[in-house]
């Protein structure tokens, strides 16, 4: 085996992974590793979670697939516990938080053309943004090394600046504006929250000028934040999210959420999807949820965030050389270095056994599964201590 017959888009790290159970992870080779990873964000209550095994067991013996031609009782009942949870009234299903993104884009688009502004056609992203690899992602987030080379910038994209407020209330005041579209704790991009104020202050603007707002909660949703949807710190809510990543627990899945006036233009025929919302994805889904938006889970996560926030603030003191920022919300957390975060994964990784995740600004991120247990973010920080010791020697100035 090798890796000669996969298309060489991934920089994969040298690890053959074999098996995991909840924030651990095997290799083929025997060895136990940390994983704050979690399938970026995904396995949100670690790996093999035993209900989560169970309702796919018991799925997979009954149906796995139909056409969305027939009503799925799993869809439905996912759908009425998304919209109970949400300030959604209706969902679409997807395999991927790309899809759910795309979706996003065409629900806010179809909007205003169906009622009676079809002139309004741009949508804002912000830079630092991910929203996935379809050409609609990659026009949304604008980050040059996803678009160069895929053809023509497609038309009605634009890019807003991280905290630039006159270019954004500008956006929103031109009357071909369709959307908004952020995530409200940026992934990939190095974790950037933005402030609750900016949020509140972007729905004030955006009703005064018929702008719709669309979150993508694909990485902070699902309670990696510490409630169900990181938008709601803020007291306010969109009109359009995509949800994906953990709504599977490791399993493919995403969904479009929408208010009832949102999604008006989402008609018959005008969207659709083979095999998203079939009834293997929504009985993993069902269980994700049920199993994350509990008063459990969520307290964990926010008990959990504060001792690796409080932890990560005393290694920054102690290793200035190493650590320039702790930053993001919740078990989203960014850790902004002095040496390449690349190599420094890699170090962590194989030195420490702990893998943490890339990120933009020269960031790791540590994404552990919303369960972790104190002690294992106690071990956690032991081994990123370590992990910086090592780095402090091997890269001293
Ligand atoms: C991962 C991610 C996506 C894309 O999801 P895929 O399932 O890889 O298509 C979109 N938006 C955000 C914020 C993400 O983190």
């Known amino acids: ?9 991934y920089n994969r790290a040298p690890l053959e992974v074999e098996r995991g159970r909840g924030a651990r992870l095997w290799s083929t080779d025997g060895t136990e590793y940390l994983d704050c990873v979690a399938g970026i964000s995904t396995n949100g209550l670690g790996h093999a979670h035993p209900e989560l095994v169970q309702a796919v067991k018991d799925q997979a013996e009954k ?15 996912l759908a009425d516990a998304l919209c109970e949870s949400s300030f959604a009234d209706v969902v ?15 629900t806010a688009r179809k909007y205003h053309s169906a009622n009676g502004a079809p002139e309004r056609i741009d949508i ?10 379809t050409y609609g992602a990659i026009n949304a987030a604008a980050n040059p ?12 994209f634009h890019q807003l600046k991280w905290g630039d407020h006159d270019a954004i209330k500008a956006a929103i005041a031109n009357p071909t504006t369709a959307a908004i579209i952020v995530e409200p704790v940026q992934g990939e991009g190095g974790c950037r929250a933005m402030p609750e104020q900016c949020l509140r202050g972007l729905r004030e603007l955006c009703d005064e000028h018929g702008v719709l707002i669309i979150f993508d909660e ?9 409630k169900l949807w990181a938008h709601e710190w803020a007291g306010m809510s969109p009109d359009i999210m995509a949800v994906a990543k953990a709504l599977g627990g490791g399993f493919p899945i995403g969904a479009c959420l929408a208010t009832a006036r949102a999604a008006s233009g989402m008609t018959v025929g005008v969207h659709g999807s083979t095999f998203g919302g079939n009834p293997l994805a929504m009985a993993v889904g069902l269980k994700a949820l049920s199993l994350i938006n509990t008063p459990e889970t969520l307290n964990n996560v ?11 603030a005393g290694l920054q003191s102690r290793f200035p050389d190493v650590i320039v920022d702790v930053r993001g919300k919740g078990l989203l957390i960014g850790v902004k270095l002095v040496p390449n975060n690349r190599e420094f994964m890699a170090l962590a990784r194989d030195t420490q056994q702990l893998l943490i995740a890339g990120g933009g600004d020269n960031c790791v991120r540590l994404l552990p599964p919303l369960n972790l247990t104190l002690d294992e973010a106690r071990e956690l920080i032991v081994r990123f201590e370590a992990a910086c010791e090592v780095a402090r020697e091997k890269w001293a100035a």
């Open 124 to 133: 804002y992203g912000f830079d630092g943004s991910f929203h996935g690899r």
């Open 92 to 106: 679409f299903f997807t395999n991927s938080g790309t899809e759910a993104v795309e979706c996003a884009l065409k």
């Open 63 to 77: 149906l796995w697939h139909v056409s969305n031609i027939f009503r799925i009782p799993g869809q439905e009942a």
């Open 302 to 312: 926010n008990e959990i965030a504060g001792y690796l926030k409080q932890q990560l």
């Open 218 to 226: 694909v990485q902070c949703g699902m309670g990696r934040t510490g």
């Open 1 to 9: 085996m090798s890796t000669n017959h996969l298309m060489g888009v």
């Open 145 to 156: 090394s996803y678009t160069e080379g895929f053809g023509p910038a497609m038309q009605g």
